[in-house]
DNA sequence: TTTACAGTGAACCAAATGGTTCACTGTAAA
DNA sequence: TTTACAGTGAACCATTTGGTTCACTGTAAA
């Protein structure tokens, strides 16, 4: 659960920076290089390098390296307890915009 | 829609520290002063105000300062935005493992 | 067998982050 | 009117982050 804890941390983080998230656009689109995304992301092939290795950690990318060039493609993670948190705070918010609804309502009803 | 990319950058980057999500969770019980939550996570009244700053910037709290006691809740975001991106790259995850599942099916029956 | 190319790792850099202390302001309570 | 308390801002600090260059390894192509 600490674990779980610290897999938040490393994906909200991963995902905190835009050229990852486009990186992950990316490669929801077609399996692509360290080269290739360098390149469409005007960077060198170091500085993608480390994007990529961020996303592998985090478990949203993996990569396989044949002959000498890295292919990169979405990694098996699908997200679930990232949304499943948004999911469950989106409900906290919702109970207590509702709570505050029916407060109002009833303000109105006494009037 | 650059601004979109900024605010989704910082609220992930909100989500991503620990300390900051188990405030989100507090202010879903109930309200709370930087002192409570100084107190509840251990820190200085300074540090837990940076971090309540972090969280208000990204627009996920709301504080109000009567007296000389702010109080914090949560604010009027409902994470619709972060909660349809993740969503988006589910169904890109879905889609692509389905292909897979497709391919699989396909090479077994020619066997 | 050269030569060119993809990636890697180390070293470096500036800026951001997460935290502290300390001095201060303003408000509430005695 | 003291005094205590909640918060704030500035300054500082160590670590992390996002990026670079440069020297290097290994593989593919000529």
Redesign the interface.
């Known amino acids: 659960m600490v674990h779980c804890?610290a897999r938040?941390?490393a994906t909200?983080?991963a995902?905190?920076?835009?050229t990852r998230?486009g990186v992950?656009?990316q490669l929801?689109d077609s399996d692509a290089s360290i080269t290739d995304l360098a390149q469409r992301f005007r960077m060198t092939l170091t500085g993608m390098k480390k994007h990529v290795s961020v996303l592998e950690q985090a478990g949203l990318v993996i990569t396989e390296k044949v002959g000498r060039v890295r292919t990169c493609?979405?990694g098996p993670r699908?997200?679930?307890e990232?949304?499943a948190?948004?999911?469950r705070?989106?409900q906290?918010?919702?109970a207590?915009f509702d709570a505050l609804d029916e407060l109002i309502e009833h303000l109105k009803r006494k009037e």
């Open positions: 804890k938040l941390d909200f983080a995902l905190s920076d835009v998230r992950l656009e929801g493609k979405l699908r997200l679930e990232e949304a948190w948004i999911e705070h989106r906290l918010w919702s207590r």
